[in-house]
């Protein structure tokens, strides 16, 4: 990968501060001794869910597939990870606590990221539609194997309660998830502003134009789907250490679509959209799981689906263009700061919107004269509109 | 034998869910994920029906007019204004329409498992049950077929139907002709949702339980079907369909039933390795 250069940028700083700022909050409530157990796990599940939102912006913001596999990776982890975790500690004893979840978090990534390879793979000759439901699949073969496995316990689940981290005593799982969120933004953030941040997004703009200017479309897809599949398979890990057992049932169709909604919610492609978005979700999901009981919880998934709906359809109809034009947040903070953000031509590429993906079928309407690859007719501002200006 | 029948009439659900996907597929160019609650929605419209009018008729006649008018609506609402939007947002806010039926049938009629009712039942037909073969499995199978040919000649035989290929062929050319796609698109919605209907109807005969989460497996697994079969073909659809069920009932007669489910998907993976259009797909060039 060459030399690596990190750096610090103003806008990853927002998203480093605000881990940072949840970690401090929760260490000064753990050392004033007001951390209750139940607020202490809260931090951990919200370290977990940004874990797995901004990995799975990084394969659906970035490189603009659709994976709906996620919670599979997660499951992964979490099996793997766990029984690691479970014999590790058996074999190096109880004080060894910091070493063991370490361990078993690099044990549960790694095995993740293989499945990210091989899951990746397909994704090489399959493309949009066709990969979500192979993803799709994916999610659904790991857990009706992992149910199979009497080492994982089989349909009761694995045990894990002698890891269990977030009791009275020691509430301190959530200090780690919190650094392992930070050193994933560190990496994906590095990532996204490199040279092969922008070969990810160019392949999300257009994959032929990429493949034409001698970006190594294989690599960057399988690049990306291991590194996302790497830090769900850690998140996964932590969840083995929170909940006990590791159940196969959690990690269906239905919590891939929750990160999911984590993600659109944010905005595709926007980090810190993801973070403060699955904070806001697990908040929501504590304080209603307490509150509403029974079938009333679906009230929660409602939510969920109009909240999936309404922004999709908001920030992509065609027919909502000029209105998003007018009123979107950028063009509020423009309006405030009398900056420059709202002139697309002058947006940073790694600031670009998933709005931009459109320009796609502008780009086939204009070097294809065969009708069937646009259907609405191209207006010429849209042509030379100076998005795709450089 | 009796496993080979069971997959054949199980099949010809899937075939019929999978029609609905692929149908739509080959229209609207997208993926309705939703497609498969609404077949709990016929459930649930069957159940409810029954339990105010003891009638099966009426109840298959209104889960058929429920579903259609649903699908219709959803296409409306959901689907139509991001006509030209990018893919993944339509395939973002179909999996938000079925999360949304899905979590309005719990909140309305719970999580738990509810049975139909005892009119819903099929009378013993003593030639084909002393056999082994149920009365359902039967009379799904038969049902299939039928409604499987009058398909085929619905599109192959009425100005419609053409209209409908055509804009499947080409839409912009479809308009030029004075193809009305909007209607189109809307009675490819209506058609794909009667079909449902019909797979949930298939589907009580033979588990006579409603829940919200009904039509998920079945859903997926007719989803897999169309696109083993190549989505955006018909007869694709049917013999994905087919197949997929025949492997099912085989699975699960044999040593490996815990593996069904690993399977079925194992096989989809597969399928698009070799043939990433399915095995009756269309190539379609990719062009600059």
Request: glycine share 10%.
């Amino acid at each position: 990968m060459g030399k690596i250069n990190i750096k610090i940028k103003p806008k990853h700083l927002v998203n480093y501060s605000i881990v940072l700022v949840m970690l401090l909050i929760g260490v000064v409530m753990l050392e004033t001794g007001n951390l209750r157990p139940s607020i202490a796990q809260l931090f951990t599940q919200i370290g977990y869910s940004i874990i797995l939102a901004v990995s799975l912006n990084f394969v659906v913001g970035f490189l603009g597939e659709l994976s709906l596999g996620h919670a599979g990776f997660m499951c992964v982890g979490a099996y793997i990870g766990g029984l690691s975790a479970v014999m590790l500690k058996q074999a190096l004893g109880a004080s060894a606590k910091l070493p063991v979840l370490v361990i078993a978090m690099l044990i549960g990534g790694l095995s993740a990221a293989v499945f990210g390879f091989v899951i990746g793979l397909p994704s090489l000759r399959l493309k949009g539609d066709y990969l979500a439901i192979v993803t799709l699949a994916f999610g659904e073969i790991v857990r009706n194997v992992f149910m199979n496995q009497k080492i994982f316990g089989g349909a009761r689940g694995l045990t894990t309660g002698s890891l269990t981290y977030d009791t009275r005593r020691a509430p301190t799982l959530f200090i780690v998830t919190f650094i392992v969120a930070l050193v994933m933004l560190i990496i994906i953030q590095n990532i996204v502003r490199s040279k092969h941040g922008r070969a990810i997004t160019a392949i999300r703009d257009n994959e032929i134009a990429a493949k034409a200017m001698g970006i190594n479309v294989t690599f960057y897809k399988l690049f990306v789907f291991i590194v996302a599949a790497f830090f769900a398979g850690c998140a996964g890990v932590i969840y083995a250490h929170t909940t006990t057992p590791v159940l196969y049932t959690f990690f269906s169709y239905n919590y891939s679509i929750e990160i999911l909604v984590m993600v659109v919610l944010g905005g595709m492609g926007s980090i810190t959209g993801s973070i403060f978005s699955a904070m806001f979700i697990t908040i929501v999901n504590f304080m209603l799981q307490s509150q509403l009981s029974g079938d009333l919880a679906s009230l929660r998934n409602l939510i969920y689906a109009v909240i999936l709906i309404v922004v999709v359809v908001f920030s992509n109809a065609p027919a909502l263009k000029s209105f998003r034009e007018k009123y979107s947040l950028g063009a509020l903070f423009a309006k405030l700061f009398r900056g420059k953000l709202s002139d697309p031509a002058k947006r940073k590429d790694d600031e670009a919107k998933w709005d931009r993906v459109p320009t796609k079928i502008k780009m086939d309407a204009l070097l294809s004269t065969d009708l069937n690859v646009d259907y609405t007719p191209a207006r010429p501002e849209d042509l030379n509109g100076g998005k795709e200006g450089k | 034998m009796i496993t080979l029948i069971d997959g054949l009439s199980l099949g010809s659900i899937y075939a019929l869910i999978a029609l609905g996907y692929t149908m739509v597929y080959g229209i609207a160019k997208m993926l309705n994920f939703a497609h498969g609650d609404i077949i709990m929605v016929g459930a649930y419209a069957i159940m409810v029906t029954l339990a105010a009018t003891v009638s099966p008729i009426a109840a298959i006649v209104a889960a058929i007019v429920i579903c259609t008018i649903l699908g219709i609506l959803v296409e409306k609402l959901a689907y139509k204004p991001l006509r030209g939007a990018s893919p993944l947002a339509v395939l973002i806010t179909a999996i938000g329409v079925s999360y949304f039926l899905q979590g309005l049938a719990q909140l309305v009629f719970g999580s738990q498992p509810k049975p139909v009712g005892s009119a819903w039942k099929l009378p013993a037909i003593e030639a084909i049950n002393s056999l082994g073969i149920t009365t359902a499995a039967a009379v799904t199978l038969v049902c299939g077929i039928i409604i499987m040919i009058a398909l085929t000649l619905f599109i192959n035989c009425t100005r419609t139907g053409s209209a409908m290929l055509a804009v499947s062929e080409d839409r912009g050319a479809a308009i030029l002709m004075g193809v009305n796609v909007n209607k189109i698109i809307s009675i490819t919605f209506a058609i794909g949702s009667a079909l449902a209907a019909f797979a949930g109807m298939f589907y009580l005969f033979q588990i006579p339980n409603t829940e919200p989460t009904l039509g998920a497996m079945p859903g997926i697994t007719a989803f897999t079907a169309a696109v083993i079969g190549g989505i955006g073909s018909i007869p694709g659809a049917m013999v994905g369909g087919v197949l997929l069920g025949v492997i099912e009932k085989f699975c699960l007669a044999s040593p490996l039933a815990p593996y069904t489910v690993a399977i079925k998907f194992s096989l989809l993976i597969l399928i698009l390795l070799v043939k990433p259009t399915g095995l009756l797909g269309k190539v379609v060039r990719e062009k600059v």
